[in-house]
């Protein structure tokens, strides 16, 4: 008996996009955008 | 600067920096020669001379001759979309800096942005584009990174056999 399953050639990318989020609003800035 | 733990520790694609208005400022506002650079530092802490901060050559990611900032609202980011993505590393210290001319002085031109505290001096402020130095805060805008990971997933071709 001879078996010879060939697997599939898989080939694909895709991106996972995020938000990344730095520090908490605490207060206002004193000068204009951005201090 | 925006330490590299706080990145995330990976790999990824930078396509928008954001920044949070209060809700004292007001709603619209101009700048002239804006543009916003990303770059890397190996400082934990910044130091007053601009130049002696980045460790790696700086990119503009965004920048208008005229920026016109409308409908600024607090609690809605303004964001800044970026010509093209920039490839963030996963384990360096980002440094990003912008810089812009006048007019800042008029009533409609004061964007006031939400700031933390960090626990070192992580922004350098000068008042003018050509400043070659600053003053050191530890006072830093809320930011947000928009992200994309490039995943690549792929099984090759296998064989099974038995005699």
Known sequence: MNRVITGLLLLSSFAVSAEIEI???EFESLNPFCH | MVAAEDMGGMPVEISALGFMPSEN?????????????????????????????????SI?????????????AGGKWIMFEFNEPFLY????????ELSWDGPVGPPDSRI?????????????????????TGYLTAIVPNLLFVTAQVLKAQTFAGIKSSF
Request: aromatic share 14%; net charge negative; charged share 25%.
């Open chain 2, 25 to 57: 400022s007001q709603k619209t506002g101009s700048y002239y020669e804006f543009s916003l650079l990303l770059g890397y530092t190996d400082l934990d802490e910044l130091t007053a001379r601009f130049d002696d901060n980045w460790s790696s050559m």
């Open chain 2, 89 to 96: 590393d996963g384990s360096s210290n980002l440094l990003y």
């Open chain 1, 23 to 25: 520090g908490t609003p």
């Open chain 2, 60 to 72: 503009v990611v965004f920048s208008d001759p005229q920026l016109e900032l409308t409908e600024v």
């Open chain 2, 112 to 132: 006031y942005t939400m700031n933390w505290e960090d626990d070192k001096d992580t922004a350098l402020v000068g008042f003018s584009p050509d400043s070659a």
